[in-house]
């Protein structure tokens, strides 16, 4: 069967002692940004993009995918020890991971996070590889045309799975899709928007844009709170969780990885929606709800084990799609095309064993996870008493020699430090940056699509809802619209989030 | 004069509009092309028109509906933290990459209720050490190290 003999290939590309490096190093990395508060996925992968220039594609884009889900291994972590999510989707984790610590079973929760991540991480793995093949298939049928109202269904998805204003949210993804398209124009060569600064008619760059408005905005906020850090002491004398947690534990972690899996596909989808979403389910199915944040193990696996499986889904389209369906899958796209890899269905078929290396590597990383992360907690939590007021200039150093590093140039930095000052302005108007990166993203593709299916039906904008898969992607997206104004989901969908932030 | 109520719907409004604009009035030198055939000015024109659209909502929307204020508390640690970001890009080709690590460290140090002195000074000198490390010789990376003024590479 072709499935097996790509997976050898996959396995081959993965097992190689280079790779194997670059994995490992990506998930010890990814679980330390975990572990620390007040830096994330993004921005680590955003300071790491200029470096991996130097990096074999396949090792480069091994590292970066380790990075964000060892951050979900890590974030568990922080939550359950010190009651302070290490990472936004271990938010929830908070709610009965620290209670189970406070219960003398924190060995427990960390044993049943870990476990339940390196499941749900499995079926994920296991799904990409499924999907792979018939999704990528459907994608090569598309036309401009599609592409085009594909990448609008993405963008509407996002916004109206992601919280906080609709009206700002599309805003957002509109200058995002104007910063995308600064630069020389590929048709007629001209340079738009580049103020006659030469670094400019390149464009903007990912790394750039993502470190401004993620890293330096994430600093800024960590600085505004308060540090209280209240670290455990007591020792973790039993890891193993006991059979009646166990029986508890092992459907939460099923329902858990299933419905991360399915968000994670979603655009605007992801780990943090998913353990949200994760925890309001297992409340809503437990014979038990009273238990729920006091300590109920199912509150620990439900939300640990989507996450995870949805950090590893959400590569679902943008290996076979191109179209990434949140921001870290954007900064994906921005490390593929600086190693000049076009995202998207044809990747799998020039590039095989970049595809199935990657996923290969996948499986490898958390497997390397679960058995490296219980025996290193220890000196995860020894890095938690590291004061934050010493730990955000390096931050910021880094992300400053990384940006530079890419083409020895302070005009970089210049705009780093211009994007940096937007972010804090869009996080004081709550104006949430994740659809700015998606649609910095897709701005050329969109263009580009839209440009494409013009020129093709001679300026008949009606291409658009006479092909059939073009039109069924643009009623998707309607309906999607025509839901949030619906009271009874936009109630549902303001809850979801709310229950982490309680 | 109507009252702004929710000022943080109306200043996003406000920013939008200014970001619509400036892509109609800057974009305005681009030849637009037909709908069968884009030129360069005819997509940035439509995100520019949309900006507009929604920016207008957004600040009719924060005359009349109820928020809360924006408040300034962090202008404080943004302003260290960018001017010490813009600094190193000032210094780093001219005075190397250790000496502006070690500026970079101290001055957004400074941004922290907690900053001493002493610890900045200290973590500098370690970072820098390790960026060099790290960066130039671990990546390879063509940095200029040490001031070239004084006849550093």
């Not at chain 1, 600085?223 to 459907?251: C, F, G, W, Y």
């Not at chain 1, 179209?323 to 921005?334: S, T």
């Not at chain 2, 974009?27 to 069968?36: K, N």
Request: aromatic residues 8%; contains cysteine.
């Amino acid at each position: 069967m072709d499935f097996l003999s790509h997976l050898a290939l996959g396995f081959g590309v993965a097992f190689t002692p280079v790779n194997l490096l670059y994995a490992l190093i990506g998930c010890l990395l990814g679980t330390l940004i975990g572990v620390l508060p007040g830096i994330g996925p993004v921005a680590t992968i955003a300071m790491l993009l200029p470096i991996t220039y130097g990096v074999p594609t396949v090792s480069a884009l091994i590292m970066l995918a380790g990075i964000y889900y060892g951050a979900q291994y890590g974030g568990s972590t922080t939550s359950i020890l010190v009651n302070l999510p290490g990472e936004a989707s271990s938010a929830v984790t908070c709610l009965d991971g620290y209670q189970m610590a406070r219960k003398g079973r924190a060995g427990a929760a960390l044993c049943v996070a870990a476990l339940g991540s390196f499941f749900a991480g499995c079926v994920g793995t296991l799904l990409l590889a499924a999907f792979a093949v018939p999704m990528t298939e459907l994608a090569l049928k598309f036309g401009p045309a599609e592409y085009f109202s594909l990448m609008v269904l993405g963008m509407i998805g996002a916004v109206v799975l992601a919280h906080g204003s609709l009206l700002k949210a599309v805003s957002m993804i509109i200058l995002g899709l104007l910063f995308g398209i600064v630069g020389t124009d590929v048709n007629s060569g001209m340079a738009r928007f580049s103020f006659g600064i030469p670094e400019l008619t390149d464009g903007i760059g990912t790394g750039q844009i993502a470190v401004g408005v993620f890293g330096f905005a994430e600093i800024l906020m960590s600085l505004s709170r308060k540090e209280t850090h209240d670290v455990l002491h007591e020792k973790l004398t039993s890891l193993m969780p006991n059979r009646q947690e166990v029986r508890r534990a092992i459907p939460a972690a099923i329902r858990g990885t299933t419905i991360g899996s399915l968000l994670g596909v979603l655009p605007g989808g992801g780990a943090l929606l998913a353990s949200f979403a994760a925890y309001g389910l297992e409340k809503r199915v437990s014979k038990r709800p009273q238990e729920f944040g006091k300590g109920a193990v199912e509150g620990v696996a439900g939300p640990e084990s989507a996450n995870n499986a949805a950090a590893q889904t959400s590569f679902i389209p943008l290996l076979t799609l191109g179209i990434p369906p949140n921001a870290v899958m954007a900064l994906m796209v921005g490390a593929m095309t600086i190693h000049n890899i076009q995202p998207g269905p044809q990747v799998m078929t020039s590039n095989p064993g970049l595809f199935w290396g990657l996923l290969a590597s996948m499986w490898i990383g958390n497997l390397m996870l679960v058995v490296l992360h219980l025996p290193l907690i220890g000196m995860w939590v020894k890095l938690l008493t590291v004061p934050y007021r010493l730990l955000y200039p390096a931050i910021l150093l880094f992300c400053s020699i990384g940006v530079y590093s890419l083409s020895n140039s302070t005009v970089d930095v210049y705009m780093t430090a211009l994007f940096g000052f937007m972010g804090y302005v869009f996080a004081k108007l709550e104006c949430e940056p994740a659809p700015l990166l998606l649609g910095f993203v897709l701005g050329p593709l969109l263009e580009e699509n839209l440009r494409r299916a013009m020129l093709l039906s001679r300026g008949d904008p009606t291409v658009f809802f006479t092909r059939p898969l073009s039109l069924t992607m643009l009623l998707l997206a309607g309906f999607l619209l025509l839901l949030i104004v619906a009271p009874q989901f936009r109630k549902t969908r303001e809850e979801a989030f709310q229950e982490g932030e309680a | 004069m109507a009252k702004i109520r929710h000022p943080k719907d109306f200043f996003a409004g406000l920013m939008f509009i200014a970001f619509g604009l400036g892509a109609i009035i800057i974009g305005s030198g681009y030849p637009l092309g037909a709908a069968a055939r884009m030129g360069p000015g005819y997509f940035p024109r439509i995100l520019g028109i949309l900006l507009l659209v929604l920016g207008g909502a957004l600040s009719i929307r924060g005359l009349r509906l109820e928020g809360a204020k924006i408040t300034l508390e962090s202008s404080r640690p943004l302003i260290i933290l960018i001017g010490s970001v813009v600094l190193f890009a000032m210094t780093v080709s001219t005075l190397g990459l250790v000496l502006s690590s070690i500026l970079l460290i101290v001055v957004s140090s400074a941004a922290s209720k907690e900053f001493r002195w002493k610890e900045a000074l200290v973590s500098g000198v370690i970072l820098s050490a390790l960026s060099v490390a790290g960066f130039i010789w671990g990546l390879g990376l063509q940095f200029s190290v040490w001031p070239t003024f004084i006849g550093g590479r």
